[in-house]
């Protein structure tokens, strides 16, 4: 596959570490606000606009794009972000505890999405994707990086390393989850061609996260086509990693419920196998095993008596979704309803007893990680996952690098 080097738009070394932000939609508004408030610096300002112009959380307004687009020239003008002298290529190393994984910051073709090669497994909001088609116009700027992954490709990932290995990163930055973020630069015109003829051996990427950011980005290509031509605008800005390097955490599901847990035990037995689970907290230990907590230490083992051989309707999600989440409890949208939330499972199943102990939720489901080989599966397949199926750990910071296309 085609890749391209870019003149990358980025922040003063001394500076970066304050710069720096966690992408726009794991974010919350208050956050965003607290943050944008006690430093200036912040790439949120660009990113989450809305948390700068609004007091109370809405959808960013045209303004606000407006907004936003000013305060990324401002911070160009003022020698906050410093444009590459020649085009490069980025590798983006993220250490997080004994974990370490290693990618190429590049740009990548538009018309390689629209043809199914970047593959997708989730759907996207109408509404999400707009806001940031709506960005991407107005700041005629790739912000934020939409994370990939390819089927591990050894001579290609040594080659990243190896270049990794014989320089210093122009950042290390440690996050406050305790990740340290490494960013190289690569000019070398040697290296450049190395890694452009390497990668063209690759034939299919994964969409991990930022389906809305490809989403948009296609169709800001389609728009600016019509207007003025093919340009700049064809690529988008994109990390991709080996997937043998990537660690899909569970995606945990919390719940507001009417029924007693006798009662909603007695529900269960009729599609699951339950138990009472002695290891506190209990933590699914494989695939098709379901556990629930219902407060006062109490937590279950759920295994479905029938699991369907389809890629996704065999999904641990789908199962949940299918056997317990509808017709127990009546949740039929769960991106809608309020009776659900979705917790990461960076936040770790104490958290999930937190929120039923503290009586925000009165139910938790603990699932088990998605396999990345069932991800690629289902994506080969043309097929779609449910929302909230899969956490990525750990994410990419917005602002090491930024695409300015116009």
């Not at 726009?24 to 990113?47: C, G, H, M, Q, W």
């Not at 590049?106 to 806001?131: N, S």
């Not at 051996?201 to 994964?206: G, N, S």
């Amino acid at each position: 596959m085609e890749i391209k080097p870019f003149r990358g738009f980025r922040p003063r070394e001394e500076i970066a570490e304050k710069f720096v932000a966690k992408p726009y939609d794991v974010v919350s508004f208050l956050e965003a606000k607290e943050t944008i408030k006690n430093n200036p610096f912040s790439f949120l300002r660009v990113t989450r606009v809305e948390a700068e112009t609004h007091e109370i959380e809405m959808d960013p307004t045209p303004e606000d794009m407006e907004k936003a687009r000013r305060n990324l020239e401002k911070f160009i003008e003022d020698g906050i972000l410093i444009q590459e002298e020649k085009e490069a290529f980025y590798i983006y190393r993220q250490r997080m505890g004994d974990h370490i994984q290693t990618g190429i910051v590049a740009l990548f073709p538009v018309e390689e999405y629209k043809k199914g090669r970047i593959k997708k497994h989730e759907l996207t909001r109408k509404k999400k994707e707009e806001e940031r088609v709506q960005h991407i116009l107005k700041t005629r700027a790739h912000t934020g990086q939409v994370f990939l992954f390819y089927r591990a490709f050894e001579e290609f990932d040594r080659k990243l390393s190896e270049i990794a290995d014989s320089q210093e990163p122009v950042y290390r930055i440690r996050d406050d989850l305790d990740v340290i973020h490494e960013f190289f630069v690569v000019k070398n015109e040697n290296e450049v061609n190395e890694i452009k003829k390497l990668f063209e051996r690759v034939e299919e990427l994964y969409i991990a996260d930022g389906h809305h950011r490809a989403a948009a980005a296609a169709r800001v290509s389609d728009i600016l086509d019509e207007k003025i031509g093919k340009g700049p605008h064809n690529y988008f800005m994109a990390t991709a990693f080996p997937h043998n390097q990537l660690r899909i955490f569970d995606y945990n599901r919390v719940v507001k419920s009417q029924l007693t847990p006798e009662e909603l035990l007695e529900k269960l037995q009729e599609k699951f196998e339950t138990y009472r689970s002695y290891k506190v907290p209990a933590r699914p230990s494989r695939e098709h095993e379901i556990t629930m907590y219902v407060g006062n230490r109490k937590w279950y083992a759920l295994i479905p008596k029938r699991v369907p051989e389809d890629v996704v309707e065999s999904l641990d999600v789908n199962i949940l979704q299918r056997e317990v989440l509808e017709p127990i409890f009546g949740i039929s949208n769960p991106r809608e309803d309020e009776r659900i939330d979705f917790v990461g499972g960076i936040k770790g199943l104490c958290e999930l007893e937190r929120m039923v102990d503290k009586g925000e939720f009165d139910v938790a489901f603990a699932m088990y990680p998605v396999n990345i080989e069932t991800l690629m599966k289902v994506s080969d397949e043309g097929k779609i996952m449910p929302p909230k199926s899969t956490w990525f750990e750990p994410k990419l910071l917005s602002g090491l690098v930024v695409h300015v296309f116009g």
